[in-house]
């Protein structure tokens, strides 16, 4: 399958944990935030996505936590699965409004041992 | 559900060679999006419409065209394909911005 994962910083737990995966954006007038996520060989997958006039939203077994202070946005996975490995990607919609685009981060791999 | 879908999973082209990646949509999004997926570079974005016949260019335009005739399809064109441009692409589309972008498969195009 494809290997989107070659050099990208990856986090390693163990099924049945918590996962949190971090993404620092750089755009402080970003107002619309998405995580993504990519299993191998696939596109990417919507999860969750947030707004700027929120700091949390929950989905199932997922929350994306979002702090406009230090333009940082977080994914928390809940009761970690073997079927949650993927690599996660952050995006943040950037341009003017009418048509915008999203500028994605380089991704987070998520591994989880039985 | 959405349904993104792909002209090909796979496919090898010559140098020199153009070539056309098809993309479609069943929900009738007004926005799509052609994108290259390359380890550690992540996503980049090569062209976006925004409604029939409209076209942008993305951050990573040269090299290519695209095509938007109708509003469910959106043509990628490689005019002289270069093996730099051998790659993972991904389409996607979305109701507005603001709004989640749905993905594709992708096609894994070679350049030999």
């Known amino acids: 399958g494809e290997s989107v994962g070659l050099h990208l910083p990856t986090l390693s737990v163990q099924e049945g944990d918590n996962s949190i995966i971090n993404c620092a954006y750089s755009n402080s007038a970003s107002d619309y935030f998405i995580w993504y996520k990519q299993e191998s060989g696939k596109g990417p997958q919507f999860i969750i996505d947030?707004?700027?006039?929120?700091d949390k939203r929950q989905g199932q077994r997922v929350t994306v936590l979002l702090n406009k202070t230090v333009k940082h946005l977080s994914l928390q996975i809940a009761a970690t699965q073997p079927g949650d490995s993927a690599v996660y990607f952050c995006?943040?919609?950037?341009?003017?409004?009418?048509?915008?685009?999203?500028?994605f981060g380089k991704g987070t791999m998520l591994l989880v041992s039985p | 559900d959405v349904k993104v879908t792909q002209s090909s999973r796979y496919l090898v082209k010559r140098t020199g060679e153009k070539v056309f990646l098809e993309c479609v949509q069943d929900m009738d999004h007004e926005n799509m999006f052609w994108y290259r997926q390359d380890p550690g570079l992540g996503l980049r974005l090569i062209y976006f419409s925004y409604d029939v016949k409209m076209k942008e260019k993305g951050d990573i335009p040269e090299g290519y065209s695209v095509s938007r005739e109708k509003k469910e399809r959106f043509s990628l064109i490689l005019e002289s394909a270069s093996t730099n441009q051998t790659s993972m692409y991904l389409c996607a589309s979305s109701v507005g911005p603001f709004y989640e972008q749905y993905f594709g498969p992708g096609t894994r195009l070679t350049v030999t």
């Open positions: 947030i707004r700027s006039n929120m």
């Open positions: 995006a943040e919609n950037i341009g003017p409004k009418g048509y915008s685009t999203l500028t």
